[in-house]
């Protein structure tokens, strides 16, 4: 079975500083969808960033970026100039894409809360 | 914008009720999801549906069921709560084929069974 792991419970920042958040995942699958998304206090979660795992480049959405290392099975999350607004909870997430990529579901990691510190 | 209404924000409920969690969804999205978020567990999947009347259980089934009568709505049921269910309920919704169609989530319930 696929299993998403986030090793880091807790992590803080300095507001403006950069921080990369880890994520590994099991899958014996070759194409695969991955994501981040983010959980603020308002318990809305929201996406932060997706990847097809059959491209190369790695993605980026404004001061969020990933860095994708299939063999690995790593999919980190680097948030540059962080601001107050990023604190929340960031849960990587893992979808295969055969299978249940018709159904949409979803395997989730234990979550990482991040804290900004002004 | 898509849009994925939870009933309830905060529930309280005693051991043995029947309790129903309602989701709402105005995207006409095929696909609905019930997740249930614990601290150090991340987010695990109850049940999910794929068509009106059709549902598949998830990793964590037991204890729960659920109706998809309507496109639109999708309801998780704790036929006898019970007080390891106190959580909280995220219900999600998608469309199948485009496999990095994101999941889009209600605004959670936080259930406690008492």
Redesign the interface.
Same mark, same amino acid.
């Given at each position: 079975a696929q299993t998403?792991t *986030?090793s880091q419970?807790e992590m803080s920042v300095q507001e403006a500083e950069t921080v990369t958040l880890s994520c590994t995942y099991d899958t014996s699958e070759s194409d #695969? #969808?991955l %994501?981040w998304y983010k959980q603020p206090p308002?318990? *809305?979660?929201i =996406?932060v960033i997706?990847q097809?795992a059959y491209k190369q480049q790695n993605a980026t959405e404004n001061r969020f970026s990933v860095n994708f290392q299939k063999a690995a099975k790593s999919f980190s999350l680097k948030i540059s100039d962080s601001q107050l607004g990023d604190a929340a909870m960031y %849960?990587c997430a893992y979808?295969p %894409?055969h299978g249940s990529?018709?159904? $949409?579901? =979803?395997? %989730? $990691? *234990? $979550?990482t809360t991040l804290q900004v510190k002004p | 914008d898509v849009k994925v209404t939870q009933s309830s924000r905060y529930l309280v409920k005693r051991t043995g009720e029947k309790v129903f969690l309602e989701c709402v969804q105005d995207m006409d999205h095929e696909n609905m999801f019930w997740y249930r978020q614990d601290p150090g567990l991340g987010l695990r999947l109850i049940y999910f549906s794929y068509d009106v009347k059709m549902k598949e259980k998830g990793d964590i089934p037991e204890g729960y069921s659920v109706s998809r009568e309507k496109k639109e709505r999708f309801s998780l049921i704790l036929e006898s709560a019970s007080t390891n269910q106190t959580s909280m309920y995220l219900c999600a919704s998608t469309s199948p084929g485009l496999g990095n169609s994101p999941l889009h989530f209600g605004n959670g319930t936080r259930l406690t069974v008492t």
């Open positions: 998403v *986030q419970p #695969y #969808y %994501f308002s318990r *809305q979660m =996406l997706r097809e %849960f979808r %894409f990529s018709n159904t $949409g579901k =979803l395997i %989730f $990691g *234990q $979550g | -």
